[in-house]
């Protein structure tokens, strides 16, 4: 398998949570480090974290801050490709703490090398903050950015993707969760 990059975007406000939700604790283990346990697991060894919080620095892992801040997940993937070495990226958002390696080795595994992006799809929704980028699609980003369109999903419509359904046995795995109550039906 080629090398392949992996960023998880935590540079997000959390206005739904109201507090980091890379940092809410999951059978006593922060998100963030259920996210770079599973890609250890998968083989990436190349795991960057896309943030201002220094809190994630514990866990050994390159950390950048965002070139555009406070553009959401646009300026967050723009910032992920610009930085990133390798043609292949898998970016992940911080609120997936149960993904799997074995979920992320299917997604590797699926790549359209003839795309610039191949997303997943969780029963009829599209995930673009689960997904492999090719790190020519940074010029999309950078031009969407400049003209203020931060609509992540309008972005990846202009750019050539594929989309991949997500086999129904992991599909609770890859639930967001990004409210409070999103966060007590997980830990329950």
């Known amino acids: 398998m080629a090398t392949i990059s992996a960023y998880i975007i935590?540079?997000?406000k959390s206005s739904r949570m109201g507090s980091d939700k890379g940092m809410l604790l999951l059978n006593e283990t922060v998100f963030i480090a259920h996210i770079v346990?599973?890609?250890q697991e998968a083989t990436i060894q190349n795991i960057t974290i896309v943030s201002t919080n220094s809190d994630y620095d514990f866990l050994n892992c390159n950390?950048?801050?965002d070139i555009y801040p406070d553009k959401g997940p646009v300026g967050g993937i723009f910032t992920a490709l610009s930085h990133s070495q390798t043609e292949q990226n898998i970016i992940l958002s911080v609120d997936v703490p149960?993904?799997?390696?074995?979920?992320?080795?299917?997604l590797i595994n699926n790549?359209?090398?003839?795309?610039?992006i191949t997303q997943v799809k969780i029963a009829d929704k599209t995930s673009p903050l689960i997904a492999v980028y090719n790190r020519k699609a940074v010029t999309v980003f950078e031009e969407h950015l400049k003209s203020e369109q931060l609509r992540l999903r309008m972005v990846v419509e202009a750019i050539p993707h594929k989309t991949i359904e997500v086999p129904d046995k992991w599909c609770a795995l890859l639930q967001n969760i990004n409210t409070k109550e999103d966060y007590q039906n997980l830990i329950k």
Not at 100 to 105: F, H, L, N
């Open 10 to 12: 935590a540079g997000g």
């Open 37 to 39: 346990k599973a890609l």
């Open 63 to 65: 950390r950048i801050e």
């Open 98 to 106: 149960l993904i799997s390696a074995e979920i992320i080795t299917w």
């Open 111 to 116: 790549i359209d090398n003839e795309k610039l």
